[in-house]
């Protein structure tokens, strides 16, 4: 299977060796391959234990790339991934420091292969410091940073499921850490460790949030700021429907339409949008207002208004809202419902051109590709430092 014959978008002609890992390094190199990168994912021989309870096919973030399967205790492997190397752009590894290095592949390994490699290392807290060898997960690297705290109702912070360590401040942050190399290796010719750790990357989600409390804007404390539905005209509202519409009227126009549209204009209680000794009340009256009709009819109700109001759909609904329906922004495939790449670009688009293969599905056509002799590939097989399956 040629992937150059059926991949598109702005990163085609480069290529990514991923060694398999959990979240966040599936899920840049699912980046990367959705936009024309040809990622071939190098997979133990069997399933990790420590995977989520997930088929390996099933996985949104195994699309659009091979999978290999190589036992990487084997020298032979070892060895097969090094000649990869040579014709490789990227590698993207996951593991706590230290670990490529013992198997062999570190990056004075990979890069003596081939001194232009961008070698790409997404960790919860980094290479270094006194936390680099402590096992971890999202939450434990949001903890850290202050975003935790200021997350969920004010009883206590609430986990936003794993988006802000794994995902945004893991996966993204190597993805652009990734292409800012590569771009640098073009002209260079000289390749580079790229140190993504979600601890710092869910620092740099703060900024704007850091930038506020500096100025004594943003209080410690949950359920008492502007965006953390501690103000009544940001905040989410059940209906009477067991549903909920959740309004962002910040600036005062969005304001004033929201309060017209509810009657509330000429009521003193809301003429103070920001008044946080206010808010409280007003969320008690906010809170009775919208229980006393349905989802729909809220809808409805400021259809014609700017107030920044939304319905707040479920993971069912989500992908035939009529705004994504129109854009596309799920893709509907025989697999299920998945998000569709992006960003989008005029002239090169990402595509999801490939499902995620089932481990070890490609271990010879893509080896073979990246132009591994055939006997080689069957020693390999034959003596179980790969799998086919």
Same mark, same amino acid.
């Given at each position: 299977?040629? %992937? ?6 702005? &990163? ?20 990367? =391959? ?21 088929? %390996? ?8 790339? !091979?999978?290999?399967?190589?036992? &990487? ?123 993504? =750790? ?20 943003? !209080? ?158 069957? !020693? ?10």
């Amino acid at each position: 299977m040629d %992937y150059e014959t059926f991949a598109s978008g702005p &990163l085609k002609g480069v290529r990514i060796i991923e060694i398999a890992s959990l979240a966040p390094g599936p899920f840049c190199a699912m980046m990367l =391959a959705d936009m024309g990168a040809e990622v071939i994912r190098i997979d133990r021989t069997q399933e990790n234990d420590e995977s989520p309870p997930l088929d %390996y096919d099933k996985n949104i973030l195994n699309r659009n790339r !091979r999978s290999i399967a190589l036992d &990487l205790k084997h020298p032979a492997a070892v060895d097969v991934i090094l000649d990869l190397c040579q014709q490789a752009d990227g590698l993207i590894e996951g593991f706590r420091p230290g670990v490529m290095e013992r198997l062999g592949l570190g990056p004075a390994q990979c890069l003596a292969a081939n001194e232009a490699l961008v070698y790409g290392r997404i960790t919860g807290w980094g290479q270094d410091g006194p936390l680099a060898q402590t096992a971890g997960h999202d939450i434990n690297y949001i903890a850290l940073t202050g975003a935790l705290h200021a997350t969920g109702p004010a009883e206590r912070p609430f986990p936003p499921l794993n988006l802000v360590g794994d995902f945004a401040g893991g996966g993204m942050l190597l993805a652009f850490g990734l292409v800012c190399a590569l771009f640098e290796a073009n002209h260079s010719g000289k390749g580079q460790v790229v140190d993504a =750790a979600m601890i710092d990357g869910t620092a740099m989600n703060m900024a704007l949030t850091y930038s506020l409390f500096n100025v004594g804007l943003w !209080r410690d404390q949950r359920e008492a700021n502007l965006v953390d539905g501690g103000a009544p005209f940001y905040r989410v509202y059940k209906t009477n429907d067991d549903k909920f519409i959740c309004v962002g009227a910040i600036e005062p126009k969005f304001y004033s339409n929201f309060i017209g549209v509810l009657g509330l204009t000429d009521d003193p209680l809301f003429a103070s949008q920001h008044n946080p000794a206010k808010w409280p009340k007003m969320i008690e009256r906010l809170d009775a207002i919208f229980a006393a009709k349905t989802r729909a009819d809220w809808v409805r109700a400021f259809d014609d208004a700017e107030a920044c109001i939304m319905p707040v759909h479920t993971l069912a609904e989500a992908p035939d809202a009529p705004h994504n329906a129109h854009r596309g922004t799920f893709a509907h495939t025989k697999f299920g419902v998945q998000p569709s790449p992006a960003p989008r670009f005029s002239r090169t688009p990402g595509a999801i051109h490939h499902e995620p293969s089932i481990l070890g599905a490609d271990t010879r056509s893509a080896l073979s590709d990246w132009g591994v002799p055939d006997e080689k590939i069957e !020693r390999l097989i034959e003596t179980g430092a790969a799998v086919q399956s």
